[in-house]
């Protein structure tokens, strides 16, 4: 049998392809970007990078222009993708995965819901009273991309099933920061713009209903949304997760439709093929059965799973990167002992470190042992310990609820100095814990 010659490109952009699609590389594209940001506010240089940061942008016409600098326009703007992708995260687990009963869903949900106590906790016992205690929502929130790729750099040494756990949890911890958003980072609210939003958001959920499949309607409709949720007062980013949950998740056609017409359109380029053409340039038929092939392939796939997978590359790698560089370019203190002694950073640092192994670890002991929920196969405390560590990996959601919950630059600018060095301390426990746990199986 002959095999087909790879073209020179090939060979240049297989291992680009390869990194691109391993689980770690997103979260190692989002930590060389945090540390370019903080590397150029810090250089000679910086002066740049704040002029870079405010950059002001202007979009639309006349009285209806929104004149916002770039960091504004990547956390309201840009950032309600990411928001829009972790909604079709959470819908897809709801329907089909870890949280699709609510057997499977009660161990991740309390373990979250104790990993996002005990930091708020945490942090409000060292911030009580005044406008620092606004930041009890910074620790709770779990960076999924950074823990999930701090594991699979373990590879064999983590169960499956942990695996599977904490990317429950860190689904739940995002449903929970979704919430805490929604509900005490809301400004002045506008009713009126609210209202227009939500009915837009319901045309969207009809749509639905009434087996519209094709996309375009989705994403004019979710933009609509998000400029009146913008208007609104409540965080723009919201409508995103909101509008995940109307795209659909049904295919229009069922498996067994795709097979009897996907093997009759075979057929039929088959017998084209034998009629004598040599090449696809030559036959009249075979572009246009690649064409009706491509559109049943189309309507066997659900809109869920074609938009998640067109817009996790663009929030992989250049979405969070984007963000990270805006917002992570924190200018380092001289000394830096007296900067993590403030009271905003001790609760981060305390809620992201020790807070959330605490609430994951001690919560999900607590079901397992008392039979409500069923053990992890091949899973012992240790291993939830170092999962709870990695849960305490703030990051993304975290510097995002900063700039929610805080007006002062300067009390941002420590917040986030907290948030890095927690999460830093978190990534390197949870990493400790889980690497010196067990070998990985030898191969027989």
Same mark, same amino acid.
């Given at each position: 049998?002959?095999?087909?010659?790879?073209?020179?490109?090939?060979?240049?952009?297989?291992?680009?392809?390869?990194?691109?699609?391993?689980?770690?590389?997103?979260?190692?594209?989002?930590?060389?970007?945090?540390?370019?940001?903080?590397?150029?506010?810090?250089?000679?240089?910086?002066?740049?990078?704040?002029?870079?940061?405010?950059?002001?942008?202007?979009?639309?016409?006349?009285?209806?222009?929104?004149?916002?600098?770039?960091?504004?326009?990547?956390?309201?703007?840009?950032?309600?993708?990411?928001?829009?992708?972790?909604?079709?995260?959470?819908?897809?687990?709801?329907?089909?995965?870890?949280?699709?009963?609510?057997?499977?869903?009660?161990?991740?949900?309390?373990?979250?819901?104790?990993?996002?106590?005990?930091?708020?906790?945490?942090?409000?016992?060292?911030?009580?009273?005044?406008?620092?205690?606004?930041?009890?929502?910074?620790?709770?929130?779990?960076?999924?991309?950074?823990?999930?790729?701090?594991?699979?750099?373990?590879?064999?040494?983590?169960?499956?099933?942990?695996?599977?756990?904490?990317?429950?949890?860190?689904?739940?911890?995002?449903?929970?920061?979704? &919430?805490?958003? *929604? =509900?005490?980072?809301?400004?002045? #609210?506008?009713?009126?713009? %609210? @209202?227009? /939003?939500?009915? $837009? +958001?319901?045309?969207?959920? &009809?749509?639905? *209903? =009434?087996?519209?499949?094709?996309? #375009?309607?989705?994403?004019? %409709? @979710?933009? /609509?949304?998000? $400029? +009146?949720?913008?208007?609104?007062?409540?965080? *723009?980013?919201?409508?995103?997760?909101?509008?995940?949950?109307?795209?659909?998740?049904?295919?229009?056609?069922?498996?067994?439709?795709?097979?009897?017409?996907?093997?009759?359109?075979?057929?039929?380029?088959?017998?084209?093929?034998?009629?004598?053409?040599?090449?696809?340039?030559?036959?009249?038929?075979?572009?246009?059965?690649?064409?009706?092939?491509?559109?049943?392939?189309?309507?066997?796939?659900?809109?869920?799973?074609?938009?998640?997978?067109?817009?996790?590359?663009?929030?992989?790698?250049?979405?969070?990167?984007?963000?990270?560089?805006?917002?992570?370019?924190?200018?380092?203190?001289?000394?830096?002992?007296?900067?993590?002694?403030?009271?905003?950073?001790?609760?981060?640092?305390?809620?992201?470190?020790?807070?959330?192994?605490?609430?994951?670890?001690?919560?999900?002991?607590?079901?397992?042992?008392?039979?409500?929920?069923?053990?992890?196969?091949?899973?012992?405390?240790?291993?939830?310990?170092?999962?709870?560590?990695?849960?305490?990996?703030?990051?993304?959601?975290?510097?995002?609820?900063?700039?929610?919950?805080?007006?002062?630059?300067?009390?941002?600018?420590?917040?986030?100095?907290?948030?890095?060095?927690?999460?830093?301390?978190?990534?390197?426990?949870?990493?400790?814990?889980?690497?010196?746990?067990?070998?990985?199986?030898?191969?027989?």
């Amino acid at each position: 049998m002959s095999v087909a010659k790879r073209a020179p490109i090939e060979y240049l952009i297989t291992p680009f392809n390869r990194f691109f699609h391993t689980s770690a590389s997103g979260g190692l594209v989002l930590l060389a970007c945090t540390a370019i940001a903080m590397l150029w506010a810090n250089s000679a240089l910086g002066d740049s990078y704040t002029a870079f940061r405010e950059l002001h942008l202007r979009v639309g016409v006349g009285a209806s222009t929104l004149d916002l600098s770039l960091m504004h326009w990547v956390n309201d703007g840009v950032m309600a993708v990411f928001f829009f992708v972790v909604g079709l995260e959470i819908k897809r687990e709801l329907l089909v995965g870890e949280l699709s009963t609510p057997r499977k869903a009660l161990l991740p949900i309390v373990a979250a819901a104790g990993g996002m106590l005990v930091p708020a906790v945490l942090y409000l016992h060292f911030n009580q009273g005044g406008p620092l205690a606004a930041g009890w929502g910074v620790p709770i929130a779990t960076d999924i991309a950074f823990a999930l790729g701090i594991l699979s750099l373990l590879g064999d040494r983590v169960p499956v099933s942990l695996k599977i756990f904490l990317t429950a949890v860190a689904i739940a911890d995002d449903m929970g920061a979704v &919430l805490i958003i *929604a =509900l005490f980072y809301t400004s002045q #609210l506008s009713l009126a713009h %609210l @209202g227009a /939003g939500l009915a $837009l +958001l319901g045309l969207m959920a &009809l749509a639905n *209903a =009434l087996g519209v499949r094709r996309t #375009l309607p989705y994403l004019l %409709l @979710g933009c /609509g949304a998000w $400029l +009146l949720f913008y208007f609104s007062g409540v965080h *723009a980013t919201v409508s995103g997760v909101i509008a995940a949950m109307t795209i659909p998740a049904r295919p229009r056609r069922g498996a067994e439709d795709f097979l009897a017409k996907s093997r009759g359109i075979l057929k039929e380029f088959e017998r084209a093929r034998e009629e004598g053409a040599r090449g696809m340039l030559e036959s009249k038929r075979q572009p246009q059965l690649l064409l009706t092939l491509r559109e049943a392939c189309r309507d066997a796939e659900t809109p869920l799973q074609r938009l998640d997978a067109l817009l996790h590359p663009w929030v992989a790698f250049a979405i969070m990167p984007l963000f990270a560089l805006v917002n992570a370019g924190v200018l380092l203190p001289a000394d830096m002992a007296q900067a993590i002694a403030q009271p905003v950073n001790l609760g981060i640092v305390c809620g992201l470190v020790l807070g959330k192994p605490l609430g994951v670890t001690l919560s999900s002991l607590a079901l397992t042992v008392s039979g409500l929920a069923p053990k992890l196969a091949g899973v012992n405390w240790r291993h939830l310990l170092g999962a709870g560590c990695l849960a305490g990996i703030g990051f993304t959601m975290s510097i995002f609820i900063t700039e929610l919950a805080f007006s002062d630059a300067a009390v941002k600018e420590s917040a986030k100095l907290g948030i890095l060095s927690g999460s830093l301390v978190s990534a390197l426990l949870g990493w400790g814990v889980l690497r010196g746990l067990t070998d990985p199986p030898q191969a027989r």
